[in-house]
């Protein structure tokens, strides 16, 4: 049965060759559909391991920081700092926005002599310096923020470098040191600032709406009240300041239960405080699950499109041969050896797509803007699910060899 399969395969090996390189090529993309989803949730869960933090406290009623908007006031970890269990506290702002890269750097943006953007997670820091929550752990390169205004770091994926200067709303950052891995739950590369700037990027308005609200204010006679100076002076002086964070990250003291903190927090300050398994569950449940349906509908459709292309190759070969499979029958060939024959091809071009489909996916995969993470345990899955698909497939082909009438080897 092996020699029948193989010295068929040989006798049309460029046609079964090439047709396995056409499937490969799909179950390449399949592959790397799988890589996106994955590093998706690996994007999610570096993001959570990065912070440093094992409690998320945001404003209630909130699924923030990352997947709702939230805010809350900037002296808050105050009083969070000290509950009992909890080791630190540490203020921290998200905004994702584009970062613009000013001509004359060494990067990209300076070798074409004009600005170019990035886009980019602003993150703010508390003061503090590595191993405050909210720094990146590590470095590849300079160093970490040691001024309270006009630093950054960068993650290497924005493609900036040491020195760079960038431009965030009204200020200029130059950028003295490079991380790596540090990503949104979008795969956006992040930029670390100190958190004043951050507050001020976030939360401050323009001057001109500035303006208008003070206008506004100082036009309105509740506020101009003779028996009470200085009132004026304050609720202007309120409108130009920015007290708001979007989260405190609290990191708890060891021998003490995240469960139990987070609950003590919700009860007495009245926040939102998420565990680290929980906000897993909502980045990984919530945030990106329309993106798994999509990816899924898309797996499937592969899948039945491969198993389309095998079905029709497997098919047209078997009639390309009803002469030979009718001669296999009159010299009393048995019907699961010919069906073995038909099997061991469909398998066979299987493989050969496998192995293609596989390198291709390895060689497509650092060229995806996105981070594509390609794990053994799907190339296994897709290994058995591909040979499963070629098994099934071959079944028309079975059944259009086995209706053969032996008369045929001797028929005009």
């Known amino acids: 049965m092996i020699s029948l399969a193989g010295r068929d395969i040989l006798h049309a090996w460029g046609k079964f060759v090439f047709t396995g390189i056409g499937l490969g090529l799909l179950i390449g993309v399949t592959l790397t559909m799988a890589g996106v989803y994955r ?15 094992d409690i998320w406290v ?14 809350l006031n900037d002296s808050t970890w105050r009083s969070l700092r000290a509950l009992p269990g909890v080791q630190d506290a540490a203020n921290v702002t998200y905004l994702t926005m584009q970062v613009q890269r000013l001509a004359g750097n060494t990067g990209a943006a300076g070798a074409a002599g004009a600005t170019s953007d990035v886009r980019a997670m602003v993150v703010g820091i508390a003061p503090g310096g590595s191993g405050t929550p909210g720094w990146p752990p590590y470095l590849v390169a300079g160093r970490q923020l040691t001024r309270s205004h006009y630093e950054a770091v960068a993650d290497i994926a924005s493609g900036m470098v040491l020195g760079e200067r960038i431009q965030i709303r009204r200020n200029v950052y130059t950028v003295v040191g490079l991380t ?29 709406a500035l303006w208008e609200s003070r206008h506004r204010t100082a036009a309105n006679p509740a506020f101009n009240r003779p028996g009470v100076p200085g009132l004026l002076d304050a609720v202007i002086a309120s409108q130009s300041s920015n007290p708001s964070v979007n989260a405190v990250l609290v990191r708890v003291r060891p021998g003490h239960d995240a469960e139990d903190v987070a609950q003590a927090i919700r009860r007495w300050q009245r926040f939102t405080a998420t565990t680290r398994a929980q906000m897993d569950g909502i980045l990984v449940g919530k ?6 349906k999509q990816i899924g509908m898309f797996l499937a459709i592969l899948a039945l499109v491969s198993a389309a292309i095998v079905a029709f190759i497997i098919y047209t070969l078997t009639l390309g041969k009803i002469r030979e499979i ?12 010919i069906a073995g024959m038909i099997v ?13 489909g596989k390198i291709s996916a390895t060689l497509m995969a650092p060229a995806f803007p996105k981070y594509v993470l390609l794990v053994p345990q799907d190339t296994a899955m897709g290994l058995a699910a591909i040979l499963a698909i070629c098994v099934l497939a071959s079944g028309v082909a079975i059944r259009a060899a086995l209706r053969v009438d032996p008369a045929e080897a001797v028929g005009g």
Request: aromatic content about 4%.
């Open 39 to 53: 590093g998706m949730v690996d994007d999610g869960r570096a993001l959570l391991d990065n912070s440093g933090a």
């Open 58 to 71: 945001v404003q209630q009623g909130t699924l923030g920081p990352y997947a709702e908007p939230s805010s």
């Open 180 to 208: 790596r891995r540090m990503v949104s739950s979008g795969g956006d590369p992040m930029v670390f600032i100190p958190l004043k700037d951050a507050q001020a990027a976030q939360f401050l308005r323009d001057n001109d």
């Open 287 to 292: 945030l990106i699950a329309t993106s798994a």
């Open 326 to 337: 009718a001669v296999l029958k009159l010299i009393g060939t048995k019907n699961r050896t």
């Open 344 to 356: 061991q091809q469909a398998l066979g071009l299987g493989l050969i797509g496998f192995v293609v």
